[in-house]
């Protein structure tokens, strides 16, 4: 049984299929947009399930039809005056305060990417500002039809600073499109996201793309946890550095991983077609 | 009023909308050939450009049906015999001066990048060689249908060393695809750098092509400057950082873009459905 | 002539076309599948070609109709024991063994990503696994319709060590694409293959396909050699580095490169509409 | 008034002069060994004092005539079986156990280096393993003459890995000398460790230490504090980054820093001798 | 003979001995302060001796008996006002033009650094602030037993910001005591300076010690320039890079570099025991 | 019993203790010069020892009481005209020559470096350019009295070029000293080595300092060789990386290597004063 993941507001998780779990915001009226409760929390919990050994992989959705998330709730922000801290008047110090406060949601952001279980992202509807920021994060992006794309950040006077331009120009996109749409903040598709390998699949609808993360999450569950979280592991240390440290970093993580009884049993089950059971992790 | 860009041969510096300059490569008669003196050239009208608080967008394109451009003025460039310098026979020392060369030919193209104004290519016909450099310098990259690429260095002999092959390997383009055209200089076509990502948009010719860069230009011109040039400059750093070192570069830059009063002007528009209005920059 | 390359059990080694060789992985009952000795085998193969001034171009393919490579040969290597080490118990001991073969076997499969020479794979019905770590190491990827492509390790219970994990993310390639097929296993088809980027051409058979690399290959082997691998070796570096070193990286090459007679040869024979001739290299 | 420091076992937070600190190691019965909880609590503690404006500057020591610390417990270790996890027993599974518990003793201990305000360190007596650890990642060192320091880790069977082994190869220090203390795990003298920098004062005995901690903790504590902490943080970065980067940053940093009134207020307080009082940072 | 380099105010360029510059600060009715003219001066000066043939080493001090430089002239600088630019209210806005104005002066003081022959520095009396980056730029550090350096910044509400937080972390001296005088301001000897490697020379006045490094400089303009500055560079690039990169770079460097007549008239000088005469570079 | 390291002209392996092997270089005659051969012997010695299960330290020293060694051989060099390559005349095909020519022989000393167990060597003597080399890649340098250092390249027109260059600057030394012997070629005493950090002990003769490396040796060979391999392989790999991919590298590497019975039996020998045995690696 899993742990429990009650008690953040704005947020479901339920467990679909054996070691899927689904992290669904849950704001629809407001499109699922974020409050900077909602931002401490989504950290919290994907700290919570990096961790817990009844959850092998994750999936991330918004409720309600209209919506994946608009991205900050902008009234709420301009009224919590967390940034504005009118009190402050020295330059320098209001500066330091703004530093720390963004470098605290980029680690709640950060969070859904330092998950050591592969977390997969459906998108739908307004995807906008944080929402690609987190999407950003994820490991597997795939979306609806309908999804209407935006890196918003310019609208509102900023540079997006939770992840969205340090993480695509990272992920294998066109950079002629992650400029283009980050400094326009004009409207994609999701066929658009398609074709410049933002998102990796596009699906009829909500419905559809949520099937198919499910699909996807169940076939990943089956698989040794071992692996896939090694996986995933290497693949983010590669992104970062040489190849020839990564090279180094994968040579040194499977000098144990490779000990898991696992390997043996994954062979054998190939050689014998059966399906084979891995231990938690 | 913009500052004074005459008086640089071989380009039209332009203003065709509010906040919006337009480079032009002007010698048609010879495909926009670059010489020894037109690479100075548009390096010190990037420069200028960059500071200019007048500009907040910048198209560039060359002038005449046939070319984008050629690329270097092989003929002149033989003639000048900048490289070849047959009085120095020490190969450390001729090796000496053609470092120092190609270093300042280097740091001409690279002002296109560093420009803190993003810069918006439009590329049509005949798009060889230095082409391909200043382009891949370029935020955003369209081009006309009829365009026809070419790495085409090792046709003479050469390895591009004005920045293709440092740059084309970190702009989210296949990396097959890059080998491919940059070992054998063969023509590429609109159709295939769009499919790679090279390019982000192809139109009909370069009329409409000139067309879409100066809505795109005018879109951008119209967003707060602050948050448009903080964007650029993130992203053109996150490219040649790790993940986790470009969220901090943007932590400390926005610590002090945040105080801008855009911001507020741009949520105050974003609610009361106006148009903001900001200072230069 | 070229060296010779008899003697590698399971490879040939042939030269359809003046300084073109071809390696071709040749143990097609076993689907082309890997042992321990042929990791060996290619290390040394293309460690020698690198050098080789009969060779400036190679292409990599697999003999048979079903397959370019199974991978690893599972039950060989399971029964070769090399990983497996029952005589040893203590882990970090076992964990050292492990460490040493996984970096010779890297070490073999990084030789092809070391050759100074451009090589161009051909992919064909099955490639699985150290195919798809193979195949990442090559310049140039192309493949036939027919190809069924498998990052295949965690099938097997294993984090892929040999460089699909360290390469794919820094190729280009769309990482919600990479992950996907990592994290699952799963077949992707030369048309998705294709539309990510990881293959730059889809032929119709493995016989259009190996034609299309003959081509470029004979393409590629006519250009100045010192241009193409100087070429190569920048691109590869830039992968790694800033694009600040790469341009560093490429000013210091070329500073002796551009003294090579091949400049002024490549740039004459394309006035005077000739064929150049290049000495070996 | 500074923040509520109480609470946490085994350790005085004290406050001896305006805006200083002092973090004392309190568990001298036991050669002020740390014990697992005692971890957690020197990272809470760090992590306030980091945004404590009551605070400017930290001093750490041990209190008792004997050590600084013996470092970890190791008795209290082996009892508590964080690391043998006797339960788990495919070596995979243990793997990534020991990996998060690494991880987690990691981020305590580098609480004090991420501390905004400089933290002095002053050693006396034994001075062990964890003791070099944490003083690593203090800013300055100093310590009384009757000091031994030891790597100590490799005695236990061990290579350091909470951060020794990191940080000394980039603390400017004789790597001849850093390796021949880690391998051999052999007491070192307060001599030998100022000689190679490692502490940049030595003094007669731990009174005299901790006076001139003291002192030297006052004149900072009297500068900008706005100027202070961007030191620190300069510094830290620029260990890690390459000397551009460094100035990239500092450029950066200080477009806001430098807009703090304490610019003028220093200034001023320069030519006209008197003491300039700044904000709470 | 060399070229000219009068017409620089506050600066005296003379060449002692063969080869050897000395570039001399000269305003010492105010200690050799600079003005923000003085900056684009002494960046205009290097950048002329660096390409300049007749010109094999650089040494750099300062006129007058008191002081090497008391840094910045902060009276000047606070009257220009090119910081303070109290017309603009736009924090943002300001922050911009601060970030182009460090990076300008960070461009002139960089100079020194990049300028291709080696520079020695001799410092005495009193060398503040901008003395000690200045410094941080040579490649050889000596001194006066009268100096009293510091890093001056802090005592003026100032991290500083144009290189010494960069380089001194980057330069083998303790990290212990560059925080120590970064974080205090506090005047430092002659004698600690040798003790950490921050000089590798102390000398008993300002004659003795401009006497030795005209001898260093002499002994360095008689060997091979290609060797000398093949040397500089390769040392300045390693320290920013891998051990690898390094290596690298060096081999690439040294295939044009050790092609120079050089090495084979410096083997026959040293089997014949007469003196090589080099060429120009 | 170790492996059979006979049949290296000019070199001597020894085993004066329990898993300690002692190489010398044994040319007396020549000042222990380096030849060609030479070179590739010593890479083939270190591969070899690096997995020796009977060797757990080594050290490196020269026969003869007059020199370390000389370096290259000066005169071999240049009649083996290895890299002098006359029948080769275009630049760029001789430049490919060298590199590749400079690369095998970074790669023979680099072994040294690579070798998985420490190496302690000791100087005496003449101990010039390629033994600065070579000693830069141990990990513990001590000498004797009478040694004289010269990083002696530039002398024969050179910048050292396998490894003095790239591996002193990231050894803690002091740069200014670093680059005051690199640029000068002159003679350093053991005296000045000391003090600049690069050796970390100085002995009366070389009899004293071949037996304090033995003690050295000695008491590392007693360590569990598990730690102390661990030990080097995380000094080294942080040398080259920032302190956060250093803690992540130890992380990953220990969570098998903690899982060792070394561990175990060093603690219970730690409190039982017992002597423990450990299995060999």
Known sequence: ?????????????????????????DRPK?????????????????????????????????????????????????????ISNKDITDVARKATRIRRHIQEIQDCVTAIEKCEKPVIVVMHGISYGLGIDMASCCDIRICAKDTRFSVREVEIGLAA?????????????SMSFVKDVALTARDFSAQEALQVGFVSGVYDDKKAAVGRALEL??????????AVQATKDVINFSRDHTVADGLTYVKVLNSSMVQTKDVEDSMLAGIKKTKPTFAKL
Not at 5 to 18: H, I, Q
Not at 217 to 226: D, E, H, M, N, R
């Open 1 to 25: 049984m899993p742990q429990d993941y009650n008690g953040f507001e704005y947020f479901n998780v339920t467990f679909p299929s054996e070691y899927v779990a689904q992290v669904e915001v």
């Open 30 to 82: 407001k499109l699922n947009a974020f409050t900077e409760a909602m931002f401490h929390s989504i950290g919290s919990i994907f700290d919570r399930l990096s961790h817990d050994p009844d959850v092998r992989v994750i999936i991330l959705s918004g409720n309600g039809d209209r919506a994946f998330t608009a991205g900050l709730d902008v009234q709420a922000a301009s009224e919590g005056g967390n």
């Open 161 to 173: 600073d939770v992840g969205t331009l340090s993480r695509l120009p990272n992920s294998g996109v």
């Open 217 to 226: 999450g169940t076939l990943i569950a089956k698989k040794s946890p071992v």
